[in-house]
């Protein structure tokens, strides 16, 4: 158990809805990062956030968006739905912020994201 | 555009032999080098890492190897099992990009009994 929590589990949807990931991460981490995972592209990331502030954004489309909150707990909003956006996302956390060595980022277990 | 290259995509070993997954990587920026181990429905999971000043790191039976002027890095898991069997990403930290951690397209390990 990495300490990262994500829910939900699993996601069924239907094309265009909107739907919104949460993640909590390991406790005393600042940092919190969101990976997309599907079988075609790996793992990608998508977007970084620092004690509630947004440091790196990756390859995220504008109809994602994110946000870490005060009490650290973050949350991905994937709007406007589309098939090819079915995927695993994982959230991360760590506790610096920098990639400096040593900075292990422990992965949730994900959430199943499915468009139909 | 992928940043670190990963091969094999799967690979099968036998019990007891030994497993080699190899990672090359171009961006001279990356200062960090982490191995994941995932299993199927989990996380990925750091199993071991190595900074570029170091040719070689050994924990248990993994082992990374590491050559800089190659841009080149290796997972060696010695004495294959087969709770080996999982999903192996190497990845690169990046010193100041955008990007935190990249990771290489995986491999897939199945240590036959």
């Known amino acids: 158990d990495s300490g990262v929590t994500q829910t939900p589990k699993h996601l069924i949807t239907a094309t265009g809805q909107r739907v919104t990931l949460r993640c909590s991460p390991r406790s005393g981490d600042l940092s919190v990062y969101w990976y997309q995972q599907s079988l075609d592209q790996g793992l990608q990331f998508l977007i970084q956030?620092?004690?509630?502030?947004?440091?790196a954004k990756g390859n995220i489309l504008e109809r994602f968006s994110a946000q870490q909150f005060p009490d650290l707990h973050s949350e991905l909003n994937l709007s406007s739905l589309e098939l090819g956006d079915s995927a695993l996302y994982f959230c991360?956390?760590?506790?610096?912020?920098?990639?400096?060595?040593?900075?292990?980022?422990?992965f949730g277990e994900g959430s199943w994201l499915t468009v139909v | 555009q992928q940043q670190v290259k990963q091969s094999p995509q799967s690979l099968i070993v036998q019990k007891g032999g030994i497993s080699i997954i190899n990672c090359a990587y171009e961006n001279t920026a990356f200062d960090y080098f982490p191995w994941y181990q995932q299993f199927p429905g989990k996380g990925p999971a750091l199993l071991i890492a190595i900074r570029p000043d170091v040719s070689e790191k050994k924990e248990g039976r993994f082992t990374i190897s590491f050559n800089k002027s190659a841009k080149q890095f290796s997972l060696h898991i010695m004495d294959s099992q087969p709770g080996d069997s999982a999903t192996y990403f190497c990845?690169?930290?990046?010193?100041?990009?955008?990007?935190?951690?990249?990771f290489g397209q995986g491999t897939r390990l199945t240590i036959n009994p």
């Open positions: 990845a690169a930290h990046h010193r100041e990009g955008a990007q935190k951690l990249v």
């Open positions: 956030y620092y004690n509630g502030e947004e440091r």
């Open positions: 991360a956390s760590s506790t610096r912020d920098r990639g400096r060595s040593g900075n292990t980022i422990y």
